[in-house]
Nanobody, 122 residues
């Protein structure tokens, strides 16, 4: 059974940082693209970032460029999302999900975890 475990969320003040981790079980991260999606209350789920280790491709949503960094550690089978200079509008539940490639459509990704809550206070 494939299961993704997200961790690292929390409550932080605007301008602060968090590092999210995604550790899949029953799944090897370097075989697929791994994306971080987020969903705020009343809003659609959106793709924030993606990484595909096999070809080095990455994607960052325009609104997080310069603030977020995605990376992978194949030895630990883990993908990270470093989030700096957080803003209140980054508040959402963050999910990691798998896709065949780093496409930009959130619907291309299959989330297998429960997500981790990120709350940024102003």
């Amino acid at each position: 059974e494939v299961q993704f475990v997200e961790s690292g969320g929390g409550l932080v003040q605007a301008g602060g940082s968090l590092r999210l981790s995604c550790a899949p079980s029953g799944f090897t991260v370097d075989d697929y693209a791994i994306g971080w999606l987020r969903q705020a209350p009343g809003k659609e789920r959106e793709l924030v970032s993606c990484i595909r280790s096999s070809d080095g491709s990455t994607y960052l949503k325009d609104s997080v460029k310069g603030r977020f960094t995605i990376s992978g550690d194949n030895a630990k089978n883990t993908v990270f999302l470093q989030m700096d200079s957080l803003k209140p509008e980054d508040t959402a539940t963050y999910y990691c999900a798998a896709a065949f490639a780093c496409t930009t459509g959130a619907s291309d990704y299959i989330p297998y975890g429960q997500g981790t809550q990120v709350t940024v206070s102003s």
